[in-house]
Each structure stands twice: as structure tokens, then as C-alpha cells.
């Protein structure tokens, strides 16, 4: 078995999405959590195109260890200068030149001709070698590239010193069978092949991003260009979790391995998207919210007698908690049966039938039934009381205030109130919380607020993970009001703690056996 190395362009290319800019404490951040998935490069940067850029790139090299850490240029001389300045410091690290050598490229970009090409392509590897032995080139545009040439191209580059060729489908236009043909071509017709790492980087302008990296493996590709959670200029990169996956998953075919911490990605994944706010889609591949939910009653019937009915890889398998079972109008009996034993309650036979009745009704008019409304069929049923309720809120804020929150919170009869200040509206908001709960040792673990609506009286969901002792609860609200949003997804959390602690369990032992 051959080894693919991964790697990760998600601090450059995947920087280059629009609003996905990261300062330079969370691209180290970001980069901590690569080197810690044992991604094998990090690309940090274009180190000359601005003085972040170029900063970033030096506290990466500065401060992580263990990847090669590599950084972009343009086959000119200052940029590879630049390159070298602010990588210097690295553990190891890598000069990655490129130039153009699509016809259109040729023609209307850099006004050169082929032998231009060539001739800039070589010196700028002459030159970076200069500096470091490990160079990789990339052919910009490679995939609309004549082959003839970009394999003139590729066997210069080689003989100029590259360690590493990269085979870029810059504007994802290419096809799996298309780019499989490229990569053969050349692994075929480059004399000095095999003194380099042949790799690809592709774009998900058609959504063929992770089908092209993949087939250039079969062709003989042995590194992948790719980003967490597919990000990147226009459509995005290659999405590294899929690619990772896809090769583990179904290493019977490709017969390759990488050498990522898998159960890294769903960590690694979430903190990307909460860096630059770009939410992942439910539906997305591995990380999504639905990826291994199952809501129809057949394949949670399936899953539940055996898990391979229906999933071709676990959750665990990339850091994620078991299998979750999502109810809605679909959902059988043995499905609601076992999202209320995932939330810790074991009832009796005839108990689960009351409540499926009261759970169906609910299901006919929403399309997805939450653990909150299972916890209110619970509660109206009387198997739990009832949690704490926001009673009233007050919050000042703003500049020259010290941002201070009254809370009054309801409990059946019982009323707690308590004011606090914070560093801002939500921070004084949940210390009040806090205060008026008479609780603190409560570990905020994840706050992540966004946008569920348009325009300006778009309603902000907040998602909140909390953590108290060993148990871990998540709440979440949507209101026009954030403050409250984040007030109520709080409250949210700690009932399901309290509930996950102090409920009352009805116990069936011969049921459960
Ligand atoms: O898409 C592309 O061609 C690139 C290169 C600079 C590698 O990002
Ligand atoms: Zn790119």
C-alpha cells in the first residue's frame, strides 16, 4: 500500500473564500489543530502579498511543529525571497512556485510564450533551491493545459530541482476520466517521473473536486491538494475530510493509506467553520449535522439491529458521538424508543406507546421533532418536571456602559433572580444566569451564533454547548433578539443537564433485556 500525503491549503487557498479571512492568532489556532490530525503540509500563506500574510506565515513556521510548513509564490524572484524569509524558522519547510500554463493563461494573463513559460518555470525552482531542497511547482491551470507541454513543463521543473509537481484543475473544469488520463500521461511521459511526488489540487466548480483528487490517485497522484470543510476560492478546494475518508473507507479499492488522525476531522471541521463563520450544510459529506442521522422508520429499524444496514462508517471514526437518531413523521416506534434512551431514559413498554401517540402528533406538524419537544412530551406526560423558563431579561450594553444583565428566571411557583456584569452583553447575561441559578461551575465548552434569516430583522440561532462534572449538554434558540437567543440556548443546555442528572427514571429491567 502507497501513501497519499495530504496536503492542506486550507490557511491559503481556503483563506482566499470570500469573508473567510483569519487573523493571525486563529490561523495558528487552526494550524495547531492540522498538526495535531497529523496533517503532512500546511501551506500557511502567500507571504508576499501583504505584511499579515507574510506575519502569519512567520508565527506558523515560529510556533508549530512537526508538518513541513510551506508557503506560496510566483515564479519571481521576490516572492521566493519572501518565502524563504518568513518559513526560514520552520521545523521543515517548503517554497511552493507556481506560473501558468494553460494557453488562455498564456495569452491573456501573462502575455508569454511557451519557451517563456519554461524558461521563468526553471529559473524560479533554480532560484528557490537556492534556499531549500524542497520545492514543489505547480503548473497554474494545468488541467486546460496541452499535455505535450505541461509534460515539457513538468519534466523541466523536475530537472531543475522540484521534489514535488503539482497538477492543478485551477477552475475545477476537468472530469475524473479526463484528469485520470492526465496524470497517466504524464506518470508515461515524463522521463525523470519518478524523481518526483506527482500531486493535484482541484477546484469544486462543478462539485468534481474530491472525484478528480481521487481518480489522479488511481492514476498515480500521491499528494492531495485539500481544505477543511472545502473551502477556497469560488466553489472551494477538494474537501479534506472526504478525501481522507474516502480513501479509508474504501481502501479495499484505492488501496493507499494517509496518515490523519481521522478522529480529529469533526473537531478540526468545527472549528474552521466557527473561525469564519461559514456554517456546514446538514447534508454535507461526513460533518454534517444529518450525515449519520436517520429519520426513516426502515433504516432506524435497520440501524439499530445492525449499523452497517446503513452507514458505511462510524462516527466515532472522525471524533463524532454515536449515531444520531433524528425523529420526525417517518419514524417508527423502535426509532423514538432509542432517541429517548440516547437522552437517558429508560421507560416501561406501555409508557414509550403513551408517548409515541402524543410524539406522532407532534411529528404531523414539524418536520423535524427536537430533543426539546421530546423533553416537553416528557414533561407533559409527567415524567419529568418542568425546567427553568426566562421570566424577564434586561441587558444594557454599548460604549462607555459596563454591559450589565438582570435576569429573573421561573421555575414552577418557584422565582430566581439575580444582576451581574460581564465583558459584554452575553458574558453578563450568563454570569446573571449563573448567579440567579446559585451554579458555577458551569464550563461554556462552544458558542456559535448565526444568521437563519435575511435581511435586518433576520432571526440569530444560537448553539451552545455547555459542560457541568462530566456531562455535556447542547441548547439552542433562534429569536430576532440574539441576547435572548443566547440567554434561552443557555437555559436550554442546563435543563438537559438537570434533566440528565436529576430525572426520574421509569426503569423497565425485563424491557431493556
Ligand atoms: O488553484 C490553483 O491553481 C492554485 C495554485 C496556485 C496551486 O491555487
Ligand atoms: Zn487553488
Known sequence: MEKIWIFDTTLRDGEQAPGASMSIKEKIEVAKALASMKIDIIEAGFPVSSPAQFEACKAIADNIQGPIIAGLARAVEKDIKACYDALKSAQKFRIHTFIATSPIHREYKLKMSKEEVIKNAVNAVKYAKTFTDNIEFSAEDAARTEKEFLAEVTEAVIEAGAVVVNIPDTVGYTTPQEFFEIIKYLKTHVKNIDKAILSVHCHNDLGLAVANSLAACIAGARQIECTVNGIGERAGNAAMEEIVMGLSVRQDFYNLYTDIDKKKIYSTSKLVSRIIGYPIAPNKAII???????????????????????????????????????????????GFKAKIEEMGFYLSKEKIDELYEKFILIADKKKEVTEEDIISILGDTGVLEKGYE????????????????????????????????????????????????????????????????????????????????????????????????????????????????????????????
Open 288 to 334: 454534517g449535522k444529518n450525515a449519520f442521522a436517520h429519520e426513516s422508520g426502515i433504516h432506524q429499524d435497520g440501524v439499530l439491529k445492525n449499523r452497517s444496514t446503513y452507514e458505511i462508517m462510524k462516527p466515532e471514526d472522525i471524533g463524532r458521538s454515536s449515531t444520531q437518531i433524528v425523529l420526525g413523521r417517518h419514524s417508527g416506534r423502535a
Open 390 to 513: 426566562i421570566q424577564y431579561l434586561t441587558v444594557v450594553s454599548g460604549q462607555e456602559v459596563i454591559p450589565t444583565a438582570t435576569v429573573m428566571i421561573k421555575r414552577g411557583d418557584e422565582e430566581y433572580k439575580a444582576a451581574a456584569i460581564g465583558d459584554g452583553p452575553v458574558d453578563a447575561t450568563y454570569k446573571a444566569i449563573n448567579k440567579a441559578l446559585n451554579i458555577d461551575n458551569v464550563i461554556l465548552e462552544d458558542f456559535f451564533i448565526q444568521s437563519v434569516s435575511a435581511g435586518r430583522d433576520a432571526i440569530g440561532q444560537v448553539n451552545v454547548s455547555i459542560k457541568v462534572s462530566d456531562t455535556i449538554a447542547t441548547g439552542v434558540y433562534a429569536d430576532t433578539d440574539i441576547i435572548l437567543a443566547a440567554a434561552k440556548s443557555y437555559l436550554n443546555a442546563i435543563n438537559k443537564i438537570l434533566y440528565k442528572q436529576g430525572r426520574k427514571i421509569e426503569y423497565d429491567f425485563q424491557e431493556r433485556i
